[in-house]
């Protein structure tokens, strides 16, 4: 045998004694007056084996070092109450990737009775300081417009009452995002019905912005079949200059401006003029000097 190959099972040999040797020696005692660290705890207690044929306890109710997380069919058959406990003993893991492949997995078998007490167990979380990685919200957001879109729009009210106030637009577009997986023709009959917050305004504005399937003559015809100083409206022309820089032209902000129908110009002002002073102060100087004001305000 080569000297190399028996120097690599040596040092092998010698690996796996010192771990066997470090399982199986007795703890050592703690120093007078320190307290030993308490041991691992399962993160919840669940039945080996459910009737209805859910997945082994082993599987679940360990934390290990490197999650495998849940999937949806997993979770689902879980019961109401160990998905709610396991909710809440993820919510306080520190290491966002194992915490991030636990919950949205425990996110995706949520019913629709459960979404008001998950909703307050990661909210509560966050108030202790124990927050979540934007994955997990977007997750619990799409599975409230999966299941209950409606419901969610009057739960959180036009002021966000869960998380901060930045992060709601980012909830609004994940709630439509879940809809419209379930029922794209429902959620858009329901956007272009006037809207009388930023919240679902933001929420219709996407599921207006998806119809037009990225062409931006087909979101200025949809633009202007609603109020043109509606909520929506102002939302929508967001998306719309998104689109509208994308072309092969990639006009400035300016000249999306000026090539709107007059109608929506109104509504277009603040988006321009905010968009210019992002990308170029000077320019936005001269636009504002040349526009003082929204057309509607001449």
């Given amino acids: 045998m080569k000297r190399s190959t028996l120097v690599i ?40 084996v459910h009737e209805t044929g859910g997945l082994p306890a082993k599987e679940i109710g360990k934390y290990p070092p490197a999650c495998q997380g849940l999937s949806a069919e997993q979770a689902a058959r879980l019961t109401s109450e160990e998905r709610m406990a396991m909710l809440a003993e993820g919510a306080l ?13 425990l996110i995706s078998g949520l019913t629709k009775e459960e979404l008001v007490d998950a909703t307050k167990i990661l909210s509560d979380a966050q108030q202790l300081g124990n927050g979540q990685p934007e994955v997990v919200m977007q997750s619990l957001w799409q599975q409230w417009g999966r299941l209950d879109p409606v419901e969610a729009f009057s739960h959180f009210g036009p002021v966000p009452t869960h998380g901060y106030a930045h992060e709601a637009d980012d909830r609004a577009r ?18 272009q019905k006037p809207k009388t917050t930023r919240m679902e305004a933001v929420a219709a504005a996407l599921a207006i912005s998806r119809n037009a399937n990225g062409d931006p003559k087909q979101l200025v015809a949809a633009m202007l079949k609603l109020p043109a100083d509606g909520a929506t409206t102002q939302a929508c022309l ?22 709107l129908a007059p109608a929506l110009r109104p509504a277009a002002w603040a988006v321009t003029a905010k968009r210019l002073s992002l990308g170029d102060p000077a320019l936005a100087k001269s636009w504002l000097d040349q526009h003082p004001n929204s057309p509607s305000q001449h």
Avoid: H
């Fill in 9 to 48: 099972l040596a040092v092998g040999t010698a690996v796996a004694a010192f771990s066997l040797a470090r399982r199986t020696r007795p703890e050592a005692e703690p120093p007078a007056g320190v307290v030993a660290p308490a041991a691992p705890r399962a993160l919840v207690r669940v039945s080996p």
């Fill in 93 to 105: 893991i520190s290491d966002w990737g194992n915490q991030a492949a636990l919950l949205c997995g």
């Fill in 174 to 191: 994940s709630l439509m995002a879940g809809w419209l997986e379930t029922n794209a023709d429902q959620a858009l009959e329901w956007a």
């Fill in 238 to 259: 967001d998306d719309y200059f998104d689109l509208a820089s994308l072309t092969k032209e990639s006009p400035s902000a300016a000249e999306i401006y000026d090539q």
